[in-house]
Nanobody, 120 residues
Framework: QVQLVESGGGLVQAGGSLRLSCAASGSIGSINAMGWYRQAPGKQRELVATVTSGGNTNYAGSMKGRFTISRDNAKNTVYLQMNSLKPEDTAVYYC??????????????WGQGTLVTVSS
């Protein structure tokens, strides 16, 4: 069983910055991909950014130039640096990791969510 614990959410003014962290623990053999998603009230969950085990990154169009995803393989941790925040970035942010617990069992784990509120 793999568990993800998120931190770093909070209240920030428009134009400010926040750094989210997500650390994995448990039965981890390998992590193939890490990502961040977000969900605002009344809206569908959307992809924010992903990073593969090889370091390849992908961002949603509205995040490019403002958000940066990074990972620390030794700590099984993924980060999301958010700059130039806008009120429309207000949402619950979720961490996701996919990989293998052992040679026969894959995992797809989600964090508990951390609330980011951007005031105008």
């Amino acid at each position: 069983q793999v568990q993800l614990v998120e931190s770093g959410g909070g209240l920030v003014q428009a134009g400010g910055s926040l750094r989210l962290s997500c650390a994995a623990s448990g039965s981890i053999g390998s992590i193939n991909a890490m990502g961040w998603y977000r969900q605002a009230p009344g809206k569908q969950r959307e992809l924010v950014a992903t990073v593969t085990s090889g370091g390849n990154t992908n961002y949603a169009g509205s995040m490019k130039g403002r958000f940066t995803i990074s990972r620390d393989n030794a700590k099984n941790t993924v980060y999301l640096q958010m700059n130039s925040l806008k009120p429309e970035d207000t949402a619950v942010y979720y961490c996701n990791m996919r990989g293998w617990s052992n040679p026969i069992n894959a995992f797809d784990a989600w964090g508990q969510g951390t609330l980011v509120t951007v005031s105008s």
